[in-house]
């Protein structure tokens, strides 16, 4: 089993910058997939941003490319998300994703809310 616990969350105004953090323990495998979904009240759950394990290919939502920055620090199992030019559009609940390639999973966090005023 793997448990993620996300932090970083909060509520910030329209231009302004939040940084979040999961961190996963547990059964963890050295090859994986980590990432950030969000879900917006009455929307489905979407992809925000990936990282594969050795941190050299990240993928990003169209909608938060060149504002967010996905990294990890391995030693901590830690990801990150840093969002900057935050807009009210992304206000949601974000959930951490671990997801190893070669056994079962995903997993999810229990999510962090992000609330963007304008």
């Known amino acids: 089993q793997v448990q993620l616990v996300e932090s970083g969350g909060g509520l910030v105004q329209a231009g302004g910058s939040l940084r979040l953090s999961c961190t996963a323990s547990g059964t963890l495998f050295s090859i994986n997939v980590m990432g950030w979904y969000r879900q917006a009240p009455g929307k489905q759950r979407e992809l925000v941003a990936t990282i594969t394990s050795g941190g050299a290919t990240t993928n990003y939502a169209a909608s938060v490319k060149g504002r967010f920055t996905i990294s990890r620090d391995n030693a901590k199992n830690t990801v990150y998300l840093q969002m900057n030019c935050l807009n009210p559009e992304d206000t949601a609940v974000y959930y951490c994703?671990?997801?190893?390639?070669?056994?079962?999973?995903?997993?999810w966090g229990q999510g962090t809310q992000v609330t963007v005023s304008s």
């Open positions: 994703n671990y997801n190893p390639t070669y056994a079962r999973g995903p997993y």
